[in-house]
Every structure is written in structure tokens, then in C-alpha cells.
């Protein structure tokens, strides 16, 4: 049974850092895609970062592209996310998510909350 757990969330103040973290169980890491999603309040999911296959690649939505960093650790089988430059817009609940290519099948956390204020 694939279970993913968020961690690290919580407050802080416009250009301050965070780092999220995203604990992954039954799920194989190789050739897949781990994600982060948030969604703020009265708005859509959206993506915001991806680190694919063998951790080679990796994406970022616009909005966060040159301050958040997405990476992961293989052996502890979790993924996290750097958080800098924060400011309000930021704002939102974030998700893990962990993609099976295989199955096609999404997995996600229970979501973490993320407040950005002064």
C-alpha cells in the first residue's frame, strides 16, 4: 500500500524559507514522478514542482521557478521541497504526490498547510 506523509509545513514571514518534506512508503522512486501540488484557497491545484524517472529531471511552475527546489533521497524514500523568497502568494495547502508510469496511477499526501505573513 503506497502512503505518503507531508512534514515541515506551517508559518513564515515574506522572504523567508521553508522546507517541506514528503515521506513515501510502498512506492518505487526509480522511473517515476514525484510532484508537489498546492492549492490556495478559492483556487485551482496546481503544480508546482516534478523530479522524474531517476531524479535526473526535474520542473517547476512558473510562479516558483529560481526559488523552490525540488529533490529526493532514495535510501530514506523521501522527497522535499526548498522554499525561499516566500511571500504571500505562496500561501496555499501543499500536496505530495507520487505517480506510477506502470499503473498510471496518482498517489498524494494528506497536505500540509503553508501560511506566508507578516
Known amino acids: 500500500q503506497v502512503h505518503l506523509a507531508e512534514s515541515g509545513g506551517g508559518l513564515a514571514q515574506p522572504g523567508g524559507s521553508l522546507r517541506l518534506s514528503c515521506t513515501v512508503s510502498g512506492f518505487t522512486f526509480s522511473g517515476n514522478v514525484l510532484s508537489w501540488y498546492r492549492q490556495a484557497p478559492g483556487k485551482e491545484r496546481e503544480l508546482v514542482a516534478s523530479?522524474?524517472?531517476?531524479?535526473?529531471?526535474?520542473m517547476y511552475g512558473d510562479s516558483v521557478k529560481s526559488r523552490f527546489t525540488i529533490s529526493r533521497d532514495d535510501a530514506l524514500k523521501m522527497v522535499f521541497l526548498d522554499m525561499n523568497s516566500l511571500n504571500v502568494d505562496d500561501t496555499a495547502v501543499y500536496y505530495c504526490?507520487?505517480?506510477?508510469?506502470?499503473?498510471?496511477?496518482?498517489?498524494w499526501g494528506q497536505g500540509i498547510q503553508v501560511t506566508v505573513s507578516s
Open positions: 523530479i522524474i524517472g531517476d531524479g535526473e529531471e526535474t
Open positions: 504526490c507520487a505517480v506510477s508510469m506502470s499503473r498510471g496511477s496518482a498517489y
